[in-house]
Every structure is written in C-alpha cells, then in structure tokens.
C-alpha cells in the first residue's frame, strides 16, 4: 500500500516506470486519449510516465496538494477531487479525457455515481484497473487473498460484475 501513496525504493521504481509504460502503450493503442486524467493518482507516477512520452495529462486526488512527484515536475496539472460527492476542484476544460482508475473503482461508495459524474465532467473513455476477484491467486489464496482488503476495498469485482457496472454507465467494454 505504501508504493500507492510514495516513490519505494529506485528498483522498485524502475521497474513501475517498466509496468506503466506497458499499461500506457495498451490505452493507445486503441487510438488518441486525448488528455488524461489520472484519478486517485497517488504518487503521480503513471502521470510521469505518460508526460515524459508526449502525452497531456492532468492528476487528481483527495489532498489539497499535488505529490511531491507532480510537485517537482510543475509542468503536470493537478485538481483536488472530492470523493464524498464526486467532484473536482478547478478542472478546467470540458475534456475529452481518457480517465484513468487504477486501484480506485474498489475504494470508492457508490462506483455508478461515480462512473457517471466522471461522465459528467468530460470523460469519454476509462482506463479501470481493479482487482479480480475470479483470479486464480484469490481462488488460491481464498479468504487469505490479500487484496480483500477491508474495510479499504468497499467492492470487489470479477469481469461480469465489472462489465455490468460499466454497462449501466453506458461504456462499451474494448479490451479486457
């Protein structure tokens, strides 16, 4: 949980610049984002990434303040976002955002109020990544599965729960 919210140790770092730069290439490769907006950002990490490769983005979470991350960069936009009643703070423009949600969809009270306000704010296509509930680590793990997580993860999900959930939000499922 630390290495959501801090930098970890320069291998570690490394080697999530190495993942993020993976997840990135599979979001455009389904053609052009348009700005991100990294929501639940934590250490600003993913948004380092996609900048340094050319990409606009924009982060945002709970503190009134950027990540040291962003803050040293000065060059990545940061808002406030409100995950009582799912708003942000001085998000400019209207979007076409590609939102990005990693670790984030598990955490919040009502995941199709928020789904549908991000709709709201200018989001035309979503980047989820949640845990698998139907994966074979928790089959394996069963009650032990780390990623149960409570009282953190409010939710949890499989692809059929997850595909419900964006349905009714009226997104078309692209990749799984």
């Not at 348009?34 to 340094?52: E, K, M």
């Not at 303040?65 to 976002?81: K, S």
């Not at 209207?94 to 704010?121: K, Q």
Request: a positive charge; aromatic letters at 12%.
């Amino acid at each position: 949980a630390g290495t959501m919210t801090g930098a970890g140790s320069r291998l570690f770092a490394r080697l999530r610049r190495l993942q993020l730069g993976r997840e990135l290439a599979r979001i455009v490769r389904h053609g052009p984002p348009g700005t991100f907006l990294d929501v639940g950002c934590g250490p600003g990490d993913f948004l380092s990434v996609l900048t340094r490769r050319g990409f606009r983005g924009v982060g945002a979470d709970v503190e009134p303040r950027p990540p040291a991350a962003l803050g040293d960069a000065g060059d990545i936009p940061y808002v406030q976002f409100d995950f009582d009643r799912y708003e942000f703070q001085g998000l400019g423009g209207p979007g076409p955002y590609t939102v990005i949600l990693r670790h984030v969809l598990e955490h919040v009270r009502d995941p199709h109020a928020f789904l549908t306000s991000l709709r709201r704010h200018g989001a035309g296509q979503f980047y989820i990544v949640v845990p698998n509930s139907a994966s074979a680590e928790r089959r394996l793990l069963g009650k032990y599965w780390y990623l149960w997580d409570p009282p953190r993860h409010l939710w949890h999900f499989d692809r059929q729960s997850l595909d419900r959930q964006c349905d009714r939000v009226g997104l078309l499922l692209v990749e799984w």
